[in-house]
């Protein structure tokens, strides 16, 4: 599986946008790109999903570059209840691996008041 | 609708019982998968359905796990016997197919604790 980096923890104030960026040097040329985040004490949620173009969607935006070998989740007003780990996680489109979501240690996003 | 719903949301128990976790998807869904989360570990794929039939429970820890979905309403994973080491936090999810696109739902978790 093609696997992607994180920073392990950011900080971010409320109301500032947040840049949260994941590097995924291996993605393959039909690997989709999702993003997932999950709150304290709850279970994942979706986020946003990109293939090549940028996408946006009334929760965040994805920024993907043009070689597709990193991809940014943009928070553009970041909450006190936008705290939580995310996750960007590859899904293949094809091969053994179809449509699995592999969640990996993610990015500790802490919003201050 | 009503989302994932899982039951119970907490479990304690004793080394050697048996544990039975419940999911009951959203409906209309006909992809259903198992996850485990540990500090350790962090989240695993234990299973996944697609209309019923298990697809890959190559995450399956060993034999003392097993899951069913008799129907597409309704599925369970069960432990037996159980250890400590099964503590973990059980979510369950669903999503409408089981491709790459496809969103899946979250259920809130079943928190289990094996003493």
């Known amino acids: 599986d093609a696997k992607t980096t994180q920073p392990n923890s950011m900080e971010s104030n409320e109301e500032e946008p947040v840049h949260l960026p994941c590097n995924h040097s291996t993605i393959s040329g039909t690997d989709y790109i999702h993003w997932y985040r999950q709150l304290p004490s709850q279970g994942p949620e979706y986020v946003i999903h990109?293939?090549?173009s940028n996408v946006n969607n009334r929760m965040a935006s994805l920024a993907i570059a043009e070689d597709r070998k990193s991809s940014t989740l943009i928070l553009h007003r970041a909450t006190l209840r936008d705290a939580a780990v995310y996750y960007c996680?590859?899904?293949?489109?094809?091969?053994?691996?179809?449509?699995?979501?592999?969640f990996g240690q993610g990015t500790i996003l802490t919003v201050h008041p | 609708d009503a989302g994932v719903i899982q039951s119970p949301r907490h479990e304690v128990t004793e080394m050697g019982q048996e544990v039975t976790l419940r999911c009951k998807p959203i409906s209309g869904h006909n992809s259903l998968f198992w996850y485990r989360q540990t500090m350790m570990r962090g989240l695993e794929l234990l299973i996944y359905f697609n209309n019923n039939v298990p697809i890959d429970d190559s995450g399956m820890p060993e034999d003392r796990f097993s899951a069913k979905m008799p129907n597409a309403s309704f599925s369970t994973l069960k432990i037996q016997p159980s250890e400590p080491r099964d503590s973990a936090v059980y979510f369950c999810a669903s999503s409408l197919r089981s491709g790459a696109t496809d969103t899946q739902y979250f259920g809130p978790g079943t928190r289990l604790t094996v003493l």
């Open positions: 990109g293939l090549t």
């Open positions: 996680i590859l899904r293949a489109s094809g091969g053994t691996s179809y449509g699995k979501l592999t």
